[in-house]
């Protein structure tokens, strides 16, 4: 039996689901006591500390995430650029930024640009403002539109793994307010789970893809989600056509390079008309 079978079949004996979620739920706590003792050792460490980056990472170990910070941030670069923009004196935001891992990168890449960071997770945030301060200015959004952005104010808001985890109704409602924040013409450059991420997926769940398009997969919540995020934050699947047909009911999808993060997530460019 694979695996995606294996989790939908115990999905469906809460007993085994609980069992399983509790032995991860305590593999990760030891993990991450190590890790944090590690952290501790020295505090002078420019990183965030490990929770912060297991929540945008899924690992603890520093090494990657640097690295990944540092493939994304030139994911971003060269998508923009490849739109033709003349990335200089422009106002860009990193939404849904956690503690920075790609923000703190693109910017020494972009410089004479203004950067921006929003994320729902206050300590990251937090953690951001004391160690970024200097790269961008950060704030705390709500889960729910709108932020305090006023309407026009970005020439691109850029967005990692964030429509990789919203529900249908959330997504819209984010597409809907990044499009009022972009300047006429600015960019949204963003990313999708589809045709390269497929292989977690249960028959029944590539079944609603086909229909649909969109899948929203629930997995653990409440004390098992170990990444502290809300229940509401969890993983969702696009096919090309369902972001190209509906998505562009907001902003005109301008580019789809499917697996274009690391040859696994989707990158989508809309540009605001
Ligand atoms: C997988 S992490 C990616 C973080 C960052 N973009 C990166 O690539 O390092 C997803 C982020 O989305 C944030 N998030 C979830 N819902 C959000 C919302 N409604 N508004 C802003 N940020 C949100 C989470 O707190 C988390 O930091």
Redesign the pocket.
């Known amino acids: 039996m694979d695996r995606s079978t294996f989790v939908a079949l115990a999905k469906r004996i809460p007993p085994l689901y609980w069992a399983a979620g509790a032995v991860r739920y305590t593999q990760f706590k030891s993990r991450l006591k190590i890790a944090e003792n590690a952290y501790r050792l020295d505090p002078t460490r420019p990183l965030p500390p490990p929770m912060l980056r297991y ?4 690992a603890l170990d520093e090494a990657s995430y640097l690295e ?2 540092a493939y ?1 941030a030139d994911v971003i670069a060269d998508n923009a650029r490849a739109t033709g923009l003349a990335l200089q004196g422009l106002r860009i935001l ?10 703190s990168q693109l910017a020494r890449r972009l410089p004479g640009n203004r950067f921006d960071g ?4 206050a300590e ?1 945030i937090g953690w951001a403002r004391g160690h970024l301060g200097d790269v961008a200015t950060f704030a705390v ?5 709108p ?1 305090n952005y006023a309407d026009d104010s970005f020439d691109i808001v ?5 429509f ?3 529900d249908e109704a ?1 997504q819209f409602q ?1 597409l809907q307010e990044i499009e009022r924040i972009l300047k006429p013409g600015g960019l949204l450059i963003t990313t999708t789970h589809g045709k390269r991420c497929l292989d977690t997926c249960a028959p029944a769940e590539l079944a609603e893809l086909a229909a649909k398009g969109f899948v929203f997969r629930v997995d653990h919540t409440g004390r098992f989600k170990v ?1 502290g ?2 229940d ?2 969890q993983t969702t699947f696009h096919t090309e056509d369902y972001v190209r047909n509906r998505w562009s009911t907001i902003m005109p999808v301008e580019r789809f390079v499917e697996g274009g993060v690391n040859n696994h997530q989707d990158l989508v460019v809309l540009r605001k008309a």
């Open positions: 929540r945008v990472h899924r990944a910070g994304v990193d939404f849904a930024c956690g503690p920075g891992r790609v923000l929003s994320d729902i997770d990251a959004n709500r889960p729910d539109p932020t850029y967005s990692v793994s964030l990789t985890h919203l959330f984010w990444d995020l809300p509401f934050y």
